[in-house]
């Protein structure tokens, strides 16, 4: 993440969208960056599929559309920020995950908001709209939990020392996590975990992260080299020390969803407490335009 100039943020039409946008706009005043409100009205989407009376669907379609208008409206005018520019958008689908791929192939946000799932108090408990972005979402995305950060935050940059096949997705990671914690006054970690306590190159994993962070301005107090299970351990490290937010990397070739964040499985996201941020690795305006270019894709990602 070189720059943030746009943010892309997915309302769900919940009380914690005030929550959602809140933070939104404080990235967005960090980095002088305007805002995308949007949502998708799946909802009525789905009765106005089944609906009989065909001769009346456009015209409640096009009530839905101004519905979900107003409702973007109001909770922009409830977060009150003249100095930032938010701009209000939505779509009556019952394909959300095409209907969000399309936006975000209309606006080229340098990062996407979303509220993570939360159907248990807690926990993420990601749904399948959240997995299909972590896979397919050409850009950084962020997801979102009602947890307001505290006054000076706190991010943990959680990079993958034994990544084999994108080596430069740690840099990247890294790179992601300094720009944004500057830009935000933010306090910075660099965390690994290696499963084997007393492995033969161990001390050489953790000479590169201590080198890879002192590239991106943190210090070796800030470096932290766990042991044991990640999906147990990271989670348990992040609440300990009262992370805002956790920064990992995802990669665009992986397809399943085991192994879509480094080795990271789902029981990592259910248990995390703090919001979420995926680095895309090659997130790139060249690889966002192609992607734009590209609705067949989309289309094959997400499912028409």
């Not at 896979?135 to 947890?147: G, H, I, Q, S, T």
């Not at 991106?216 to 805002?244: C, I, K, M, T, W």
């Not at 997130?283 to 734009?292: K, M, R, Y």
């Amino acid at each position: 993440m070189d720059k943030l100039t746009s943010i892309l943020v997915i309302a769900d039409r919940s009380p914690a969208d005030r929550r959602l946008l809140l933070k939104a706009i404080d990235l967005a005043r960090a980095f002088r960056a305007r805002i995308e409100l949007y949502t998708c009205d799946c909802e009525h989407a789905a009765d106005l599929r089944r609906a009989y009376d065909t001769a009346g669907v456009e015209k409640e379609w096009l009530e839905c559309i101004w519905a979900g208008r107003q409702y973007l409206e109001a909770l922009r005018e409830s977060v009150p920020a003249s100095d930032v520019q938010v701009f209000v958008d939505c779509m009556c689908d019952t394909r959300v995950q095409l209907a969000i791929a399309r936006k975000i192939d209309a606006c080229h946000p340098d990062l996407v908001m979303k509220r993570a799932a939360n159907a248990h108090p807690g926990r993420f408990a990601l749904n399948s709209t959240d997995w299909d972005l972590m896979r397919a979402c050409p850009v950084n995305l962020m997801l979102v939990r009602d947890r307001p950060w505290q006054e000076r935050p706190r991010f943990a940059a959680m990079v993958d020392m034994r990544d084999p096949e994108t080596p430069s997705a740690g840099k990247e990671v890294m790179h992601a996590a300094e720009y944004l914690a500057v830009g935000c006054g933010a306090d910075l970690d660099a965390v690994y975990c290696e499963r084997e306590e007393t492995g033969p190159d161990r001390a050489t994993l953790a000479e590169r992260l201590n080198a890879l962070a002192r590239e991106h301005q943190v210090g070796s107090d800030h470096v932290h080299v766990l042991s044991g299970d990640p999906d147990e351990v990271l989670p348990d490290f992040a609440s300990r020390n009262g992370y805002d937010v956790v920064v990992l990397g995802t990669l665009t070739h992986r397809k399943r969803l085991a192994t879509l964040v480094g080795k990271l499985t789902g029981r990592f996201a259910d248990a995390l407490d703090c919001d979420l941020l995926l680095v895309r690795s090659g997130s790139t305006p060249e690889v966002v335009a192609q992607a734009a270019k590209t609705s067949v894709l989309w289309q094959g990602v997400f499912g028409d």
